[in-house]
């Protein structure tokens, strides 16, 4: 049975000869009833803050339980990012280590078709020296002789002068 303090105030009791104070039992009772509104109302005032205490820690498990989500997609996303910096990485090197090597044959193809330039040049120049060195010679033997100064002379002074 759930007692209110209206039934604290309102309770009767039979009058028996030597029976209680009636004064003492009614002030005894209005503190009484005094006391138990105190504490139904103290008791209401706790259970709103329970309730109110309850609402935020259901809050907070909520906000641990997104923080918690949060920490685990954060560390999958860092792996995830992590992962593909390696597999970026990879490739970027495999491209340059394939540039490189391009590069490289490249740089000996030049190379190569350098030196047979240089080699087609010098032959070239050594058939330039015998040809020249072998017209030279025959301008020299034809210098030795003697007789184009006295045969021709006549006719190139009449040629000279006709020019």
């Given amino acids: 049975m759930n ?8 309770k009767e009791f039979s009058k028996t000869f030597r029976g ?23 008791k209401m005032v706790l259970e709103e803050d329970i309730r109110q205490l309850e609402g935020k820690l259901d809050q907070y ?15 999958e996303t860092a792996e995830d990012v992590k992962r593909n910096a390696n597999k970026e990485a990879e490739l970027i090197r495999r491209e340059a280590e ?3 090597q ?11 078709r350098v030196l047979a330039e ?8 050594q058939v330039f020296k015998l040809r020249f ?3 030279i010679e ?26």
């Fill in 138 to 163: 025959a301008q020299l033997a034809s210098l030795e002789l003697e007789d184009w100064l006295t045969s021709g002379s006549d006719e190139d002074n009449e040629r000279l002068q006709l020019d």
């Fill in 61 to 75: 498990h909520k906000l641990e339980n997104t923080l918690h989500n949060s920490i685990i997609v954060a560390q």
């Fill in 98 to 100: 394939r540039d490189a």
């Fill in 118 to 125: 240089h080699e087609g040049i010098y032959k070239q120049s």
């Fill in 20 to 42: 209680y104070n009636q004064e003492e039992v009614d002030d005894f009772l209005d503190q009484l009833a005094k006391s138990f509104d105190d504490m139904v109302r103290e």
């Fill in 102 to 112: 391009r590069i490289m044959e490249e740089a000996r193809y030049k190379a190569s």
């Fill in 3 to 10: 007692l209110k303090t209206i039934d604290i105030q309102s």
């Fill in 133 to 135: 060195r072998s017209l």
